[in-house]
């Protein structure tokens, strides 16, 4: 867990507490006090944590407002206690912190709602925190910070696997540069990045059924086309099974070739050391 990860998760504690017992005026600090000598006495977040949750309390009015804004059909006092203070959380890193990028608030977010909230807590923190920055760039209401990044593309796929008698067979794609890699495409705004992941394998395989197994994690590439900007893609993976054989080769120029690979062929032919690198911890899952 990265060190603002981990602090995230300490102030989303802290706000869950506070808010439980009813915001008790002046307990705000002696609950983080107490969360970070629990869960992480020897981490100095440099005040990121005090910062967080002063910040949500300070601007607490304006940040319910707009999740009520944004979540008609669910009054503040509906959503769940976990939820609520996940998106207080969000919506504060998404609006008054600077220094933060708006779509490390809605990502980190949404890792937060998959860890501790509901089946569907991730999917409805990303659709409101989602269309609150949507409005945000229409209305050219855009931090500083998010003005010098670059764009980033998010994109999501995974590996998919298949028992066939003793061995194992997995999915891969050829592409236009005439590398094996694994199936991937792009996250809509708003979607969930497992259904994604889902519906892009679908797409470029032809697999009609997939049966989610485990997150094996992201990666972060730039591509440069010529006479335009730099781009950051970031790219998620997500290990499937499928009991599915038939595959389709999708009618693409994108798209050479699509086929089963044992074990021995796959490490032998991808043809990217991050495709390598997923399918080694792929293999370490599956065993």
């Not at 969360?35 to 967080?52: H, I, Q, R, S, V």
């Not at 910040?55 to 319910?64: A, R, T």
């Not at 501790?116 to 923190?125: D, L, R, V």
């Not at 999501?156 to 991937?184: E, M």
């Amino acid at each position: 867990m990265s060190n603002r990860h981990l602090a995230r998760t300490i102030a989303m504690q802290t706000l869950y507490q506070w808010d439980f017992h009813g915001q008790p005026k002046g307990q705000l600090a002696n609950f983080l006090m107490r969360n970070k000598k629990e869960f992480a006495p020897e981490f100095d977040d440099e005040g990121f944590t005090a910062n967080a949750t002063q910040g949500v309390k300070d601007h607490l009015k304006q940040i319910d407002e707009l999740i009520e804004h944004y979540a008609p059909e669910w009054p503040i006092e509906k959503i769940t206690i976990v939820d609520r203070n996940i998106l207080r959380l969000g919506v504060y890193e998404l609006k008054y912190a600077a220094d933060i990028p708006a779509k490390v608030a809605i990502n980190e977010a949404i890792e937060l709602a998959k860890t501790f909230g509901g089946e569907s807590s991730g999917k409805f923190i990303n659709g409101v925190l989602g269309a609150i920055y949507k409005d945000m760039v229409a209305a050219g209401d855009v931090k500083e910070v998010d003005k010098k990044i670059s764009p980033t593309e998010i994109s999501a796929g995974g590996i998919v696997y298949r028992h066939a008698g003793d061995q194992l067979l997995f999915v891969s794609i050829l592409d236009a540069y005439d590398k094996w890699t694994f199936p991937k495409g792009h996250v809509e705004p708003g979607e969930d990045l497992n259904v994604a992941a889902e519906r892009e394998i679908k797409e470029e395989t032809g697999l009609k059924t997939l049966m989610p197994k485990d997150i094996l994690g992201d990666f972060q590439i730039t591509v440069k086309k010529p006479n335009s900007q730099a781009l950051k893609k970031k790219i998620y993976y997500f290990l499937f099974e499928t009991k599915d054989e038939k595959l389709i080769v999708p009618k693409t120029t994108e798209l050479k070739d699509v086929r089963w690979l044992t074990i021995a062929e796959a490490k032998n032919q991808l043809g990217y050391d991050n495709a390598q690198e997923f399918f080694t911890k792929a293999l370490t899952l599956i065993k």
